[in-house]
């Protein structure tokens, strides 16, 4: 299996502009989280879903992010408009079950200058 | 509000010195306690899951073991390739299956 992949690994952009991460999860599994990781605030839960349905998006910083996840192969996390403080390693993992082990991507390194 | 909290939040050892890393945490009934390791420029990769106080995992230089406040992550002998930072994330009995990380302890080994 391939793993989690996620695209593009790096993203540069200006202050303002809309940013789109993309995630394939393995496989199979049914649940994909989005995480956000800083040196600061380390790995911070931003949304996941089961079955393609959003469950719990309480780690959503603000209106200006929104992830969807139109297929069980597909998930998209945007930001618009972007803001520096938006610059971060954002990762997407999937999980076969709800209590099982997460795979991680190897993550989008986003920069918002 | 649930909390994980790792320490130390960095440690250098010289291979072959074995140590100690923990995991404290304070959670809503633990559905489950999970180890990861981190390589830089890669997302971290699942080590172990522990589920009740008293339960311990072991892999290679690697064991795991569990109370009903922390988690100690056991390396012995440890060689610079074990070199990383080391995740700790709890899961807790609530609704959602929200995993909660703490902010790691990196580890480097010296030859």
Not at chain 2, 77 to 97: I, R
Request: aromatic fraction near 10%; hydrophobic fraction near 30%.
């Amino acid at each position: 299996d391939a793993g989690v992949i996620q695209s593009p690994r790096h993203e540069v952009t200006e202050m303002g502009q809309e940013v789109t991460l993309r995630c394939k999860p393995i496989s199979g599994h049914d649940y994909l989280f989005w995480y956000r990781q800083t040196m600061m605030r380390g790995l911070e839960l931003l949304i996941y879903f089961n079955n393609n349905v959003p469950i719990d998006d309480s780690g959503m910083p603000e209106d200006r992010f929104s992830a969807k996840m139109p297929n069980a192969s597909f998930s998209t996390l945007k930001i618009q408009p972007s803001e520096p403080r938006d610059s971060a390693v954002y990762f997407c993992a999937s999980s076969l079950a709800g209590n099982s082990p997460l795979h991680f991507g190897n993550g989008t390194r986003l920069t918002v200058t | 509000e649930d909390q994980v909290t790792q320490s130390p939040e960095a440690l250098r050892l010289q291979e072959g010195e074995s140590s100690s890393l923990n995991c404290s945490y304070t959670v809503s009934g633990l559905r489950g306690l999970f180890w990861y390791r981190q390589d830089p420029g890669k997302g971290p990769e699942f080590l172990f899951t522990l589920y009740s106080a008293g339960e311990e995992k072991e892999k290679e230089r690697l064991k795991a073991t569990l109370t009903k406040k922390e988690s100690f992550l056991h390396i012995t002998a440890p060689k610079p390739e074990d070199s990383a930072t080391y995740l700790c994330a709890v899961q807790a009995h609530s609704g959602t299956y929200k995993y909660i990380f703490g902010t790691g302890t990196r580890l480097k080994v010296l030859a």
